[in-house]
């Protein structure tokens, strides 16, 4: 499972417009950087061993039952 310093730096943009869509024009902020590091560790993996991670935790043992299954 990712941690945080498995994470690249990020830069925040502060966007200072109202949602519309919400009663109070707020907007979400903490949810979206954590999405793209498990995509991109699987990717790595991918071009690393020829197998694509499809669940989480990526550890060794399930690597290696990947590559056993292929």
């Not at 498990?38 to 990717?43: I, R």
Request: net charge negative; charged share 15%; no cysteine.
């Amino acid at each position: 499972m990712p941690v945080a310093p498995d994470l690249p730096m990020i830069d925040t943009i502060l966007v200072e417009v109202a949602n519309p869509g919400h009663p109070y024009g707020v907007r979400g902020v903490g949810e979206v950087p954590i999405v793209p590091p498990a995509g991109a560790l699987a990717n790595a993996i991918h071009r690393a061993v020829g197998v694509r991670p499809a669940h989480l935790p990526m550890s060794p043992a399930h690597i290696l039952e990947a590559l056993w299954a292929r």
